[in-house]
C-alpha cells in the first residue's frame, strides 16, 4: 500500500496563508486532499490528476491551490485567505485515475490515506 506522510498544519489568524506538504512512497495517478471538522462529514477540497489537471471544492475555488512535484512523490496544498471554516484535520489521500474523474471526491475511491495535519483558523 502507499505509504503517505502530511505535514504543514498549524493555527493561523483570519486571512492568513499555510502550505500543506504530503510525501508519498510512490506516485499514484489520482491525489487529493479531504479534510474534516469535528461534527462533519469528510470532505473533498481538491484533487490532481497525473497530467496535472486539478479541481477544488466550490468552498475553496480562487483560495487553495494544489501542485505536485513528481519527481520528490510530493503534493502541496497552498491555503490563502483562510477563513475560521477552513478548520479541520486535513488528509492526504491516493487513488486510481478513475478517483479524478468524478464531479466530486469521492472517499471510497481512495485507497491510500495519510495520518492527517490539523489546520486551526482563528477568529
Known amino acids: 500500500q502507499v505509504h503517505l506522510v502530511e505535514s504543514g498544519g498549524g493555527s493561523v489568524q483570519a486571512g492568513g496563508s499555510l502550505r500543506l506538504s504530503c510525501v508519498a512512497s510512490?506516485?499514484?495517478?489520482?491525489m487529493g486532499w479531504f479534510r474534516q471538522a469535528p461534527g462533519k462529514e469528510r470532505e473533498g477540497v481538491a484533487r490532481?490528476?497525473?497530467?496535472?489537471?486539478?479541481s477544488y471544492a466550490d468552498s475553496v475555488k480562487g483560495r487553495f491551490t494544489l501542485s505536485k512535484d513528481n519527481a520528490k512523490n510530493t503534493l502541496y496544498l497552498q491555503m490563502n485567505s483562510l477563513k475560521p471554516e477552513d478548520t479541520a484535520m486535513y488528509y492526504c489521500?491516493?487513488?486510481?485515475?478513475?478517483?479524478?474523474?468524478?464531479?466530486?471526491?469521492?472517499?471510497?475511491?481512495?485507497?491510500?490515506w495519510g495520518q492527517g495535519t490539523l489546520v486551526t483558523v482563528s477568529s
Open positions: 489521500a491516493g487513488g486510481p485515475f478513475w478517483a479524478c474523474l468524478s464531479a466530486t471526491p469521492r472517499s471510497r475511491s481512495f485507497n491510500a
Open positions: 510512490e506516485n499514484t495517478a489520482c
Open positions: 490532481i490528476r497525473s497530467d496535472g489537471t486539478t
